[in-house]
């Protein structure tokens, strides 16, 4: 009687040890590093080529890891195409039309199942194709700490609501921000990543014909606005591109908050972090990115690493997808 009561202990301990190591299971830099060593110098070794390829590519890889992580958390939700009961985030008003790099995802986990296989989630890849596109323009590097695993559904109705629009105020930004547990901190460090990349005439239409600016302000926007105008006309002609940051586009460093100082911005919702805080905290901070790369470089690597970490599913939660595009069947 007495070992069949110890044995139910120990049973009902190791039950117990089992749910809370499943319950607490986090995020750790070297996850695969017994299941899939070689992980991260496959995912550099194709970013890398697409990269060289087509500069453009890193800004889509990095937009994209904002766009899943924005929904539902970091959770591979947004690779999931239309099937069966599952309506794409791809539809979605922010992401119908202009976000991209799906290939290259697609080709990192075919390369990456034949390594290894049902071992290695979507989710992760594009944590790691973003940190690797950063790196490869010239931005800073970080661990990005691994072990998520992938939704078994999408959500359009969070994509419209939970991720920014070019248009939002700055109010509407904190809010959105707020709703993943970022901070203002976060905001102004994670919109540096639009230091690279382009967008599309309909994304930058409304700036582009405003004429509400103070004078002041108006005096030195105009000549950029001018530019702006001979590149996106008051209709039609929606998917001409500009970049971000017309300075330096194609490289990850801080001239982007130079541009906000001067109010040559290209989205609105660029903008409002100086037009909508004269004086404020989000001002001091952009002034401080500004001048000081090196401090912009590591709150941007804080504030990915905290963004990568929101609502992740682990342990037995999800799945890993044998292909990113759909669930498991």
Not at 93 to 109: A, C, Q, R, T, Y
Not at 173 to 194: E, T
Not at 214 to 231: C, G, V
Not at 299 to 307: A, L, R, V
Request: charged share 20%; with cysteine; glycine share 6%.
């Amino acid at each position: 009687m007495a070992f069949t009561k110890l044995s139910l202990v120990l049973v009902l301990v190791a039950s117990c040890v089992v749910i809370s190591s499943q319950e607490g299971l986090g995020l750790v830099p070297d996850f695969y590093r017994e299941s899939c060593p070689f992980l991260e110098d496959i995912v550099m070794n194709i970013v890398k080529s697409k990269v060289l390829e087509q500069p453009r590519i890193a800004a889509q890889l990095l937009r994209l890891h904002f766009h899943d992580c924005f929904v539902m958390g970091c959770d591979g939700s947004v690779l999931l195409d239309s099937n069966g009961g599952i309506v794409s985030e791809k539809l979605a008003n922010p992401n119908k039309n202009s976000l991209k790099g799906f290939e290259v995802i697609d080709e990192i986990k075919l390369t990456v199942e034949e390594a290894c296989p049902l071992t290695v989630s979507c989710a992760d890849i594009v944590a790691i194709a973003a940190r690797d596109s950063v790196v490869l323009r010239g931005g800073p590097t970080w661990e990005v700490l691994l072990g998520r695993r992938d939704s078994l559904t999408a959500s359009m109705d969070g994509a419209n609501k939970f991720i920014p629009t070019p248009n939002s105020s700055l109010d509407t930004l904190i809010a959105n921000f707020n709703q993943q547990g970022l901070n203002i901190k976060d905001l102004v460090a994670l919109s540096g990543s639009h230091t690279m990349g382009v967008a599309r005439c309909v994304s930058f239409r409304q700036r582009t014909y405003d004429t509400t600016y103070k004078e002041n302000i108006y005096d030195r926007y105009y000549p950029f606005q001018k530019t702006l105008r001979s590149i996106c006309p008051q209709s039609g002609d929606d998917n001409q591109l500009a970049p971000l940051d017309f300075q330096t586009p194609a490289y990850f460093d801080n001239h982007y908050y130079l541009n906000l100082l001067e109010s040559k911005g290209l989205l609105h919702s660029d903008n409002v972090l100086v037009l909508e805080d004269e004086g404020g905290e989000i001002e001091e901070r952009v002034w401080a990115y500004a001048t000081n790369r090196k401090l912009f470089f590591e709150s941007f690597s804080s504030s990915m690493i905290k963004m990568g970490n929101i609502n992740v599913l682990t342990g037995a939660q999800g799945e890993i997808r044998k292909n990113c595009r759909y669930v498991n069947t």
